[in-house]
């Protein structure tokens, strides 16, 4: 789930970057923040060495995630349905590795919840930051909560997260209530000011 969630939003930062009418380096900067920005943040925080330095099938993922954007480009919007379902699955499995190794760190409950929160949306945000555009998660979607959600479950569980049936128990209430938003079109509340 953790490459496959890789692979979604790489594919999904390459094709913002072709929005952006950028070069090959750019599509794939695009694409490599997006996957695996927040799980670089994770890291330096954990004072880690970083997981794809080790591990290069995160790098095929984004490779290929590359390609699979640029080829079939035009019709991306055609299937984005089925791709959010997909980023449903990254962004659960991102919260949840965020969550579990703050805890490994013997972390306190808000180090849970951060962690898990910028391991799931920090490379979308890093990402938007670096394009000159206001950060999605600010302002539209349901994006950021569903990782919230699984950050004080798990921090308020914490001493049952060792058995399966509880972490696949929040990993499905956390996908579905990712999909319910979806599905709905749920975003969250803010003040509609006028601009002056």
Known sequence: MDLLGTFTFAAYGAYIGQQKRFDIFGIFACAFLTALGGGTIRELILGNMLFYFRDYNYIYAIILATVFS????????????????????GLTTFALIGATKAAQAELGAFAVIFLATVTAVGGGLLRDVSIRKVPQIFYRDFYASPAIFLGVVYSICRQYMDRPVCVYALIVCTFMLRLLAIYFKIDLWGPRRKKS
């Open 70 to 89: 640029i080829v079939i480009f035009g019709k991306f919007e055609k299937i984005s349905r089925y791709m959010l379902v997909v980023d449903a699955i």
